[in-house]
């Protein structure tokens, strides 16, 4: 549509629908490849959510009443999602990730550590207490050591 609110959406769901076409790509299936990785996505995750944040959950809001809000939104979304899911399918594939976990979930794990955290304290109105760098160290961190193949040899459930 010729509307702001459609500018505005095509706008935000380009963004979000192309963060893992553009994503950086593992260099290497070598675990700490896979980590570096992991880490440029976080930050790139991080970074997005800090500059659009406000304004995609503005429209996520909206998405509620407005069809065409919602078609956006959700189609950027689910681009995204299966996205990076098909990425961390391959690293399960070659033995970086556990795979006790399946790759959707460990997808949206992901989504709720990086870009999901930054919105909801924009949300909360909560300080946000880290420099963006020590944020995406300390998410990927967090995400590697709950992600990674070691933690689910061995052990039962």
Do not use: K
Request: proline fraction near 4%.
């Amino acid at each position: 549509g010729g509307t702001l609110l459609g500018a505005i959406v095509e706008e935000i769901s380009s963004r979000v629908a192309g963060l893992t076409e553009d994503a950086p790509v593992p260099a290497s299936w070598s675990t700490d490849a896979v980590r570096t990785w992991l880490h440029d996505l976080v930050t790139l995750e991080i970074t997005s959510a800090e500059r659009i944040g406000p304004l995609a959950l503005r429209l996520a809001i909206e998405a509620a009443w407005v069809p065409e809000v919602a078609e956006a939104v959700g189609s950027g979304t689910s681009t995204n999602l299966a996205g990076l899911t098909d990425r961390l399918a391959e690293c399960q594939a070659h033995g970086v990730l556990r795979t006790d976990i399946g790759a959707d979930l460990l997808a949206e794990a992901f989504f709720a550590l990086t870009s999901n955290l930054v919105m909801s304290r924009a949300l909360l109105g909560a300080p946000p207490g880290y420099a963006t760098d020590l944020l995406a160290d300390q998410l990927t961190a967090l995400f590697w050591s709950a992600a990674t193949s070691h933690h689910s040899e061995g052990r039962t459930r």
